[in-house]
């Protein structure tokens, strides 16, 4: 498989290579991961939508309005925007992301606590439902925050803001030891 | 200020995650009008006690243009409403 990423991962250096101890509350940090930006034409939201819904496992992150990223850890950069270019034709714009983004993922039992000191917005099981996913600040930073499981979410932040909301992320879990690794799926 | 804003794209918001243009009940004029028409315009505001239009950016969120209707004094927030719809409906 062609590697299209930079080889250098912003938290190279602050993250052990080896996975360490893990407690109940952790941070994953996969190192590649395909992202794409995409953006419906104007009056084409629907079929986009729709177009997004049948496109298999590339997970969709609603961002705004007619305006979606687009997950892989299957597909390379390349092929993910190839992919969604050929699904939406005519009626989206694509742009590859991956290397300006970086994903976090945070789960583990006191998930919410932890988010809730950085994070104004109301993450209730009840009112945030798993594949719930919308652009939230955290602290000064705007990600896109999405819930991927019952105490599982995904923070999507810009590559230069990475070490930023790394440290905020250690700071909030520091209560209930969270740790922090590189995922080992890659 | 109202602390809460409920976007109709993200839903309910803490203020922070908005920036706040001012009012949204003005027309651009035409660009042959008079210098008295664009100076107020560009320049001229008046400080309402009371119900007041204003355009709000959800930066953090959706990134959209958003009116909100609120209370200056009270802090009641009455309707946030998509600025291009706003437009839309009134024909601009
Ligand atoms: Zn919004």
Redesign the interface.
Known sequence: MTRTYISHHPLDGLLPLEPGIRAVDHLDVPRAVAIASVMAMEGEEASVTAGLAASGDISVRF???G?WLALSRSETPDSLERALSLLLAETAYVFEQSDGRVVFRLSGPNVRRILAKGI???LHPGSFEIGTS????CGHI?VNLARTGENEFELIAMRSFAVALFDDLRVMGREFDLSAGFSTLG | MASLIHCPHCGIRPKEEFSIRGDASLVRPDPAASDEAWNDYVHIRSNPRGRYHEHWQHGAGCRRWLVVERDTFTHEVFSVTDAASVARKAGR
């Not at chain 1, 919308?134 to 600040?137: D, P, W």
Request: a negative charge.
């Open positions: 961002a705004g309005p305006e104004a917005t109301d919308s652009n939230v600040l705007g």
